[in-house]
Every structure is written in C-alpha cells, then in structure tokens.
C-alpha cells in the first residue's frame, strides 16, 4: 500500500507554519508574543449581528442542513451590496452563491473548472490558496508579478505566447495579500478587454474591499461593463465586520463559473450553518457605521505602525490598503532571508511576523505584517524590534521608539 498521495506530493512545506509552531510554544512556557502574523482581527463583530446569530439559534428548526448556495435572503442581501458599493446590479439566483469563507470557495471554483495539467496564472507573492487551490486540482501555474503595471501586462501576453497549453485562468487579488498594492478602474477595464480577447477565465479576490485608507475606495473589477463576461469575484465578511471565524464569503460574477461552483459544493456541503447565514444578512443589512469604525481603526493602526518601527530604524512602506503592511528587511539583516529573520524577531524581539517567501519565491526579502494588536501593543513591538536591531549591530535612530 503506497503512502504516496498524488496531491500531498504537490503541496511543499508550508513555511509560515514553522513560525507558528515556534510562536505556539514560546507562548506555551509563558513568553508574551506580540502576534503580527496572523491576519486575525482582534475585534468583535457588532453587537446586532451577534444577537441575531443568538436569536435565529434559539429556534428550533434552525439546526437542520441549510442550503449549499446559501440562504435567498443572504444572496439577496450580497446582492444589494454590490448595487449600493458599486453600483452593480447582479442577479441572486444565478449570479451569487455564499461560500464558507473566501478560501473554501475559491477552493470549490478551482476544483470546479480546473482539469489536470491545466495552466492557471496566479500572482507571485499571493496569498497561498490562489496558487494551491488549482496545484491541489491538478494545475500547472505559471507566476505573473504583482505590480500593476505595463510590466504585468507585457507578462500576461508572455505567458499566452509561450505556455503550453494556453493559460485558461487568471487569478487577481487587489488589494493584495500579501504585497497591500491596490488598482484603479482603468487597470480592470484593460484586463478585461484582454481576458475577452484571449478568452481566459479571470477570478478576483476582493477580501479587503472596505479596509481603504487615504479617502480612496477600491473597485470592483465587476464595474467594468461586460466584466461578467469572463469574471468571478469574491468577497468576505471577515475583515469587514470582524467575523473570521463564522466563516461566510461569496462569489459573484459569471454565471456559468457560479453554476459550476455551485454544482460541486453542492456534493461537498450543506452550507453554512443558519444561525450564521442570517447573522450575516443582519451585518450586510444593519447599520453600516462599524465597517467605517473598522476603516478608521487601521488606518490609525497603520500609521502607529510605520511612524514607531521608522524610529526602531526599520521603514516600513504604509499600505494603502488591506490589513497589512509589506516590508523589506532591515538592509543590514536583508543577508538571513525572510525565514531566518522571522524566527530571530520571535525569539529576540518577541514579534511574530509572517515571512515573506511563504508566499512565493518572490516574497523573500519581506516580511508581512498584521495590524491585529492595538496601538499600545504595535509600540511595544517597535520598542523590541530596536532593542533586537542594537543587538545586532544595526545603527538607529537615537531617540526612543513609541
């Protein structure tokens, strides 16, 4: 009997995990870490979208299976969403399914229209299951750069020109994680056209549509006109309204990638569990003043963040969105790689940081960094990091951090 799993022989070490498992212990003998890995808000979701979780739960016909593609008044309430943020008007029944998190559902599409030996441009760095999610389907990827520029599309046209098989789909995911770059609608409206003209699938993740910062919105690559054409798009709750955990994302565009989606998940689960569903019609119909509370919130944490670790002597670029930052390694540390200076700043500094090529041979260099602590917390960690960077010989600047 071989215990040689076709897909477990795909999937490589995932580094990001060899910090965690050093973060898990340090704070198993007691030692508090300052956790900047993990992108896991600290915030509560607001208080009406917990009493309604708590209200539907009580009844008694609410435990049973739910609906694979989500509840109506769910896929309705994203629906509205989409009318009332961008101005785009999309059809509930054949045009939305809910997923289990953007992760699960990106997994499900992948699953759902890729076929062995399938080539499927992926951005690197990214965020891992916009890569694994089609390797695990039996894709082949080929990397494009993050960057939004005419170097991205001069590697689009590259990869069309000298792939074999022609790419099928492109994955995006603006704002980025990891990288925090974010697009304009001219930039979609250019990558539309293309993906029409060379008939490639495009799917958008848009996790962090409401965490902007600087007074500019992002869009939505569905804004473009006949976007719906070739794109899918998904979005979450879990940053918006600080629900990680209860799992609920979506996918909306193309009905005929919503239809293939849709029809595998539709083997695979019963959906998410009712109580939640409707707490999330409540998040998505209810006050809206928590998810500009949430803007607000990070922006100023982003600001804490790179003025304190600037006089630790680490300059940290500010993101313009998302909730985390991309830095370049301390030039004088730049020697150890990502992996090595990450578990240096956990074990000298007490700060958990993600390293940067857990997302792709072109995150070395960086580290990625969440805005998951509070203001007090993120100057502590800077007081750290300067104390670490002394130790090792690197010059900053003489007046305190924080």
Known sequence: MSDEFYRMKRLPPYVIAEVNAM???????GEDIIDLGMGNPDLPPPDHVIAKLVEV?????????????????????????YGRRFGVEVDPESEVVVTMGSKEGLASLATAITAPGDVVLAPNPSYPIHTFGFIIAGATIRAVPTTPDEHYFESLDRALAFTVPRPSVLVVNYPSNPTAETVDLAFYERLVAWARENQVWVISDLAYSELYYDGKPTVSILQVPGARDVAVEFTSLSKTYSMAGWRIGFAVGNRKLIAAMTRVKSYLDYGAFTPVQAAACAALNGPQDIVEKNRQ???????????SFARAGWDVPAPRASMFAWAPLPPALAHLGSL???????????????????????GEGFVRIALVENEQRLRQAARNVKRYLQSMGVNVPGKAAG
Do not use: C, M, T, W
């Not at 919130?297 to 003025?307: S, T």
């Not at 090595?340 to 997302?359: C, D, I, T, W």
């Open 23 to 29: 973060r898990a212990q340090a704070r198993a003998g």
């Open 57 to 81: 739960a009580q009844k008694p016909g609410a435990h049973g299976y739910s609906q694979s593609r989500g509840i109506p008044g769910l896929r309705r309430a994203q629906a509205n969403y």
């Open 297 to 307: 919130l990070y922006h100023k944490r982003r600001d804490v963040l790179v003025e």
């Open 340 to 362: 090595e200076f990450s578990k240096q700043l956990l074990s000298h500094a007490k700060v958990a940081v993600a390293p940067g090529v857990g997302y792709g041979e072109n």
